[in-house]
């Protein structure tokens, strides 16, 4: 478990974490999301006592990090899977990481396997692609085989097989009772993984709430119905109370109501219908809702340079040769 109790962090006169509270649970993979910005890395470092925060406190199961002994057999972290000595082979890597914690030898091997790079054991890290290196990341912060794990970007770089093993893996971590916390910009990655999330902007915390619950308070749900009585259907859902927005393509959409309770209506009245559809939001587009007012940076679609016109390019090529 991770409990963190008013946790912040100034840097000058940046605010980057502003009395953040919210407790890791095990049994579930938790997702920490927030715009570029809002403070994640930040938290993230303060957790592992890289960063000593400006006031508030952050616990590893009841301890400050400093005082734990051995803390890779308490948490394993992903922050930088690029902070590899780039002369030292994977193994050996490892094998330091193991040596400083009290670990057995015999665990290095049995990470690698996990991570498939045990064809690689003997390879310099400077050799490796992105990929290769994020899961030499992942198998340092598994080696103490400890019940916390800290991924930040854990599918940075992994090929389509690789992500579905990572996502795996962290669905099979939770569900052993760990606790499991993971920080990505990708939205469609996260929604297939994280079953709480906790969400920051500015440094301040806006959501800890389950997925599902995320996604209703933040985004709009509803019926999608189309039918070729269509004024009928309009005015049978009108009756019973159902409120209908006309959309394009000749569509309905019936807010607050569910698909069932629509289908029953139109068959009662023998209205034919050519679609019933319920539509949720995605992850996504609710995160975007929430954190709107949060987002630090914004990019802004320009013109662009502009091609001059194709006679100016003879002319140009001319001029070139001349």
Known sequence: MIELEGLTKRYGEK?????????????????????????????????????RPTAGDVRIDGEHYDRLKDPLKYIGALLD?????????AYNHLLCLAQSNGIPRRRVAEVLETVGLTA???KKAKGFSLGMGQRLGIAGALLGDPRILMFDEPVNGLDPEGIHWIRN????????GRTVFVSSHLMS??????????????GRLLADTSMADF???????????RSPQRERLLDVLHEAG????????????????????????????????????????SLEEAFMQLTAESVEYHAHAGPGPQAPPESQWGESWERSRS
Do not use: C, W
């Open 242 to 281: 159902i409120v209908v927005v006309e959309s394009g393509a000749g569509a309905l959409e019936a807010d607050g109501a569910k698909a069932e309770q629509i289908g029953e209506l139109a068959a009662r009245h023998q209205i034919v219908l050519h679609e019933l559809s319920p539509q949720t939001a």
């Open 189 to 202: 990655e996260m929604a297939l993984t994280a079953e709480h999330l906790v969400v920051i902007g500015q």
């Open 15 to 51: 605010l980057a974490v502003n009395n953040l509270t919210f407790t890791v649970r095990p049994g579930m993979v938790t997702g920490f999301l927030g715009p570029n910005g809002a403070g994640k890395s930040t938290t993230m470092r303060m957790m592992l006592g890289l960063d």
């Open 81 to 89: 899977a690029q902070a590899v000595h780039g002369g030292r082979s």
């Open 169 to 176: 893996l962290m669905k099979a971590l939770a569900a052993e």
């Open 120 to 122: 690689v054991a003997r």
């Open 215 to 225: 996604i209703a308070r933040n985004s709009r749900s509803y019926v999608r119905v």
